[in-house]
Nanobody, 133 residues
């Protein structure tokens, strides 16, 4: 099982980027998949996830209304479309998958448990996003 994150780069404030997380060894709609980010000197932050199967999406308040997570089953890829980027979005972005199904319960989403990094057992290698003029 592997996750490959890509699409990061340098962008000006207000710009857009689309990150990709391509899976191998499993089908992306079988597992809940999330995006996390970690800025220098800060803790990892769960920012968005897409639930296995029915594909409900969830966002941290810090990105709600600006970021959109989606899934393309034919390409076995999860995307994170990031618009209206701000300097505080600068971080290394990771995708992660819950292959054990620990996030099955609805409360995992209503209580924000999906934002906890220890709920995920497979991780991509990270892609750097820098927002700067």
């Amino acid at each position: 099982v592997q996750l490959q994150a890509s699409g990061g780069g340098l962008v000006q404030p207000g710009g857009s980027l689309r990150l990709s997380c391509t899976a191998s060894g499993f089908t992306v709609d079988d597992y809940t998949i999330a995006w996390f980010r970690q800025a220098p000197g800060k803790e990892s932050e769960g920012i968005s996830c897409i639930r296995n199967g029915e594909g409900s999406t969830y966002y941290a308040d810090s990105v709600k209304g600006r970021f959109t997570i989606s899934r393309n089953n034919a390409k076995n890829t999860v995307y994170l479309q990031m618009n209206s980027l701000k300097p505080e979005d600068t971080a290394v972005y990771y995708c992660a998958a819950d292959s054990q199904g620990v996030l099955r319960a609805p409360t995992s989403y209503s209580l924000g448990i999906w934002r906890k990094s220890w709920e995920y057992d497979y991780w991509g290698q990270g892609t750097q996003v820098t927002v700067s003029s």
